[in-house]
């Protein structure tokens, strides 16, 4: 479809009013370059691949699904599903993919420059995830950030990193263990109550002389509370509304608004905020450490070409503020953001599309029961995006979790 001369007359002049600003004129053929392959990125180049050229980058070899990695950790699942080709999913499709390190993003010249040269593109869709921030921890000593990330890594991303914490769980078999959470908003809330919980239950079953205490800024999760309470008061304690004033990583000391806490072994969270490479791109909003995006399409405000899409959006609401950091809201921003592209490909309105978002936590391992954790969305009459969550204990699962997993594995990687 040509554009008029009148849209070219007002593209131009928006675009001397808006730097970053480029009229949306449909290429012959367009390239979608799509940056991270977490749940946001693959939906959205599964999404596009019939309809554009589409090219994903992501610096690792292999996919890690993260909302299995509990489950596997305790010993639930056999973690086959867990690790998947990047390579299978992209010939299943019909994208490229590609394994690199992206960097410097040049937004006038539509172009991106990875440890794997240069790559153009029409649209680029960003969905790089989270970065954790350890320095925040520690007085900004890099040499002590650095020793929490080896030593204490908070495993709270995709990567090769699984195993070790696992090796971790197991040759833990007395002493103090202590996981410390970070400050909302964070990626999926109750995953560090489930990794907790595997814990407990370990330190219980095995008769272990060891302790674990959990230690939270926000408040208290009445559900896990309840469970630490009544099933694991001599193995767990739990610190709610607790602030970290300071952390000595090397020698193993956690000083709290309360007290000072020697540990043998930790799981330490740091403060989340956008993925790195938003940040060195200039992305972020003033003041905060997330991107801000218009919530109708996960278009950056100043560039209609740049969509950023999952974990490290900022907020997209004055009642809620953050749709919750999960795989299946960042999946279906990667839907909204490839459905506004073809869209502007083929010229058709893209039609009203809003995310959703369903997690399964265990609070009970033996016998195994969860609860399932609902969020859905409506824009109400005055403009604003509001948010309904409902939050369903099961103590009965019949498969619903695995079925979930199995369907947004098909999604992402067009698996049976
Ligand atoms: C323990 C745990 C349990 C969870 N359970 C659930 C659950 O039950 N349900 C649910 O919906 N969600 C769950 N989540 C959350 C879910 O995994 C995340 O919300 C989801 O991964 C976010 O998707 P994303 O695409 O934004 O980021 P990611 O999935 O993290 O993907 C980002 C990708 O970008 C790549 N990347 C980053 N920067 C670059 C760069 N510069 N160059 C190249 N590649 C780059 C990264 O390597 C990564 O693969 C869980 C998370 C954890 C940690």
């Not at 219980?204 to 630490?228: D, E, S």
């Not at 919750?324 to 073809?342: C, F, N, Q």
């Amino acid at each position: 479809m040509n554009p008029t001369r009148r849209q070219l007359l007002l593209a131009s002049s928006l675009a001397s009013l808006t730097p970053g600003f480029s009229f949306a004129v449909t290429p012959a053929h367009p390239k979608v370059l799509i940056v991270g392959g977490g749940w946001g990125g693959l939906t959205a180049a599964s999404a596009l691949a019939t309809q554009a050229d589409v090219v994903l980058i992501e610096r690792n070899a292999a996919f890690v699904s993260l909302p299995l990695t509990n489950r596997w950790l305790a010993g639930l699942d056999d973690g086959r599903r867990m690790t998947q080709d990047y390579a299978a999913a992209a010939r299943r499709f019909g994208y490229r993919f590609v394994q690199a390190e992206v960097g410097q993003i040049d937004r006038a010249a539509r172009k991106v420059t990875t440890s794997g040269g240069q790559f153009a593109y029409d649209w680029l869709i960003l969905a790089p995830g989270i970065a954790e921030d350890a320095g925040a921890l520690v007085d900004g000593d890099r040499d002590a950030a650095r020793h929490i990330e080896l030593q204490f890594s908070s495993t709270y991303q995709s990567g090769p990193g699984f195993p070790a914490l696992k090796q971790k769980f197991e040759n833990f078999s007395k002493g103090e263990f202590l996981i410390t959470l970070p400050p909302v908003p964070y990626r999926c809330p109750p995953a560090p109550y489930e990794r907790a919980l595997i814990l407990a239950q370990a330190i219980k079953t095995r008769g272990l002389k060891a302790h674990l205490t959990v230690i939270a800024p926000g408040a208290p999760w009445p559900a896990y509370q309840r469970v630490f309470n009544d099933e694991f008061r001599d193995q767990v304690s739990y610190l709610p509304n607790t602030a970290i004033h300071q952390l000595d990583p090397y020698r193993q000391i956690v000083v709290t608004d309360f007290d000072e806490l020697r540990f043998d072994q930790a799981i330490i969270m740091p403060p989340q905020q956008a993925a790195r490479l938003c940040r060195e791109n200039g992305l972020l909003a003033a003041n905060t450490s997330w991107v801000t995006v218009n919530p109708k399409n996960f278009t950056i405000f100043d560039d209609e070409r740049v969509f950023v899409i999952g974990d490290s959006v900022g907020p997209v609401s004055s009642l809620f503020g953050h749709y919750p950091k999960t795989g299946e809201l960042a999946s279906d921003m990667g839907r909204i953001a490839a459905a506004e592209i073809i869209s502007r490909i083929t010229g058709k309105e893209a039609p009203p599309m809003l995310p959703e978002s369903t997690c399964f936590a265990y609070l009970s391992l033996q016998p195994a029961q969860f609860t399932r954790i609902e969020s859905r969305y409506r824009w109400r009459g005055d403009g604003e995006l509001t948010q309904s969550i409902t939050q369903k204990r099961e103590s009965n699962p019949r498969g619903e979790d695995d079925a979930w997993v199995d369907a947004m594995h098909a999604r992402l990687f067009g698996t049976a």
